[in-house]
T-cell receptor, first 115, second 114 residues
Framework: DAGVIQSPRHEVTEMGQEVTLRCKPI?????LFWYRQTMMRGLELLIYFNNNVPIDDSGMPEDRFSAKMPNASFSTLKIQPSEPRDSAVYFC?????????????FGQGTRLTVV | KQEVTQIPAALSVPEGENLVLNCSFTDSAIYNLQWFRQDPGKGLTSLLLIQSSQREQTSGRLNASLDKSSGRSTLYIAASQPGDSATYLCAVSGANFGNEKLTFGTGTRLTIIP
């Protein structure tokens, strides 16, 4: 498997624009996570899905953020409208629950810059 | 709320030395603990996963230990090499807050001096 695939790798957008980040999890994994990484706050969990269903979105900072998982092989994180403080690296991760061995695998991330 | 702390924030050691990275967590009711490596501008690479019932895991020159009752884990790196330079993060998933959710520490930035 090619691992968790995220696109785009880099995104520069103007304040107020809509941004859509994409993720393809590892085939067969039943959990998908969206994280955000900043220098100030480190890695924060935004939302996660189990079998395409959102389980916990308590980490989503504002209503401007939304995430979907229409099928087992694709998820999106959308920010509308974007603001400069949204600038961060956004990571997608997936895992397969098998007893206690829920090892998480991360994508390469999308570096978002909002100007 | 689970909090994960890694000390020190940065560490520089000469090549060839053995070293220990520390991770502590406030809620001992964890499901497992995972150590990751992150290279600059890259994603996270899983190094070792320790289930809550285990005391340690080994992979090559890496050994991770877990003392759940005291809320501590260590990552031991033997015979360090310049290629080990990276940021190391530990993360725990909690039995009381979703087995799958990971709470991350802030990381230790390791530099191996040739």
């Amino acid at each position: 498997d090619a691992g968790v695939i995220q696109s785009p790798r880099h995104e520069v957008t103007e304040m107020g624009q809509e941004v859509t980040l994409r993720c393809k999890p590892i085939s067969g994994h039943d959990y998908l996570f969206w994280y955000r990484q900043t220098m100030m706050r480190g890695l924060e969990l935004l939302i996660y899905f189990n079998n395409n269903v959102p389980i916990d979105d308590s980490g989503m900072p504002e209503d401007r953020f939304s995430a979907k998982m229409p099928n087992a092989s694709f998820s999106t994180l959308k920010i509308q409208p974007s603001e400069p403080r949204d600038s961060a690296v956004y990571f997608c991760a997936s895992s397969l629950t098998a007893g206690g061995n829920t090892e998480a695998f991360f994508g390469q991330g999308t570096r978002l810059t909002v100007v | 709320k689970q909090e994960v702390t890694q000390i020190p924030a940065a560490l520089s050691v000469p090549e060839g030395e053995n070293l220990v990275l520390n991770c502590s967590f406030t809620d001992s009711a964890i499901y497992n603990l995972q150590w990751f490596r992150q290279d600059p501008g890259k994603g996270l690479t899983s190094l070792l996963l320790i289930q809550s019932s285990q005391r340690e895991q080994t992979s090559g020159r890496l050994n991770a230990s877990l003392d759940k009752s005291s809320g501590r884990s260590t990552l031991y790196i033997a015979a360090s090499q310049p290629g080990d330079s990276a940021t190391y993060l530990c993360a725990v998933s909690g039995a009381n807050f979703g087995n799958e959710k990971l709470t991350f520490g802030t990381g230790t930035r390791l530099t191996i001096i040739p």
